[in-house]
């Protein structure tokens, strides 16, 4: 059964999956979704993805809409445990840091690059201010540890990768959270890693 991932090229939320399916030296295509063109609002990709956005996943008979819910499928599917916990502690410490890349990620650095590369209609203070409760968080959390939820990389990882290694698209200066370079750093240095393309 052949997996195809619609995604867009300048998409974070596309690359965690990309990057997630290449980890796992999992075969797949891609489909451009051309968003300049209002092509993830057309009738038809609106019968997959009815909030009309990338990336969704198809695989046989599975449409998956969602990019942490895709790393969720994925994970279960193809990897093995070590990838998504199934111990109640375990799963938790990873939805906690899927919630953040839905949440806080997308509030903050998400938001300051789409102000910063498409002029999009949004408050880069308060992009900033969630910018860096997060990074200040990340910052601790990774000062005592190598990954971010377990002792070995985890789909948390894979979530929370993309935007932050292109954050300085959104002027987010991260010089000041030397824990997280490294961490972006051991991160590139994964097996089957596939870097996310940089806008600027
Ligand atoms: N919760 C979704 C959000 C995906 C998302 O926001 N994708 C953007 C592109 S990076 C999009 O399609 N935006 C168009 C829209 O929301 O109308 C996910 O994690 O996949």
């Known amino acids: 059964m052949s997996i195809t991932l619609y995604d867009t090229t300048v998409s974070g939320h596309s690359h965690r999956?990309?990057?997630?399916?290449?980890?796992?030296?999992?075969?797949f295509k891609t489909i451009d979704v051309d968003m300049r063109k209002g092509e993830h609002k057309t009738p038809d990709y609106l019968k997959l993805s009815p909030l009309g956005q990338v990336p969704t996943l198809v695989d046989g008979n599975d449409v998956i809409t969602d990019s942490t819910a895709a790393l969720v499928y994925l994970a279960k599917k193809y990897g093995d445990e070590s990838w998504l916990p199934?111990?109640?502690a375990g799963a938790a410490r990873i939805q906690r840091w899927l919630s953040t890349a839905s949440g806080e990620l997308f509030r903050g650095p998400v938001i300051a690059r789409a102000i910063k590369l498409f002029n999009r209609d949004y408050h880069y203070d308060d992009a900033s201010m969630w910018t860096d409760r997060l990074l200040t968080w990340m910052q601790s959390e990774l000062e005592q540890r190598t990954w971010l939820a377990e002792d070995r990389v985890t789909i948390a990882d894979v979530a929370m990768y993309s935007y932050l290694r292109v954050a300085n698209e959104g002027e987010i200066d991260m010089e000041p959270y030397p824990a997280i370079l490294r961490w972006l750093a051991d991160v590139e240095k994964l097996p089957g890693f596939l870097p996310m393309t940089k806008s600027i």
Not at 17 to 27: Q, T
Request: proline letters at 7%; charged letters at 35%.
């Open 17 to 27: 999956v990309r990057l997630f399916l290449s980890l796992l030296d999992v075969e």
């Open 86 to 88: 199934e111990d109640p």
